[in-house]
């Protein structure tokens, strides 16, 4: 079974950045993407990132773009999630995610990924 713990979550003024860590562990495949999702009070599921273990393709969600960067560690276990220039509409509660598909699917929509962590909230504030 698939387990994620999220990490690092919490209050970042405007222009700030976080770093955002996820460990995950009893993985049932060698190859597998991983991900983030953030849920803002009202609003859906948005796809922030995804990254392959298999060649280490990437997506991002278009807000994100030039500010989010995701990477995993050398055993593939660990997602993170550095976050820079936040600004007040990146608050959310950020989820870790994992899908059995070896490389990201394009669309990020939620139902292509198989388990999430419990997350972990964000807030920008000025």
């Known amino acids: 079974q698939v387990q994620l713990v999220e990490s690092g979550g919490g209050l970042v003024q405007p222009g700030g950045s976080l770093r955002l860590s996820c460990a995950g562990s009893g993985f049932p495949r060698d190859y597998y993407s991983l991900g983030w999702f953030r849920q803002a009070p009202g609003k859906e599921r948005e796809g922030v990132a995804c990254?392959?273990?298999?060649?280490?393709?990437?997506i991002y969600g278009n807000s994100m773009k030039g500010r989010f960067s995701v990477s995993t560690n050398r055993a593939k276990d660990t997602i993170y999630l550095q976050m820079n220039r936040l600004r007040t509409d990146d608050t959310a509660a950020y989820y870790c995610v994992w899908t059995s598909y070896a490389t990201c699917p394009w669309t990020m929509a939620p139902e292509y990924f198989d388990s999430w962590g419990q997350g972990t909230q964000v807030t920008v504030f000025s």
């Open positions: 990254i392959s273990t298999d060649g280490g393709g990437t």
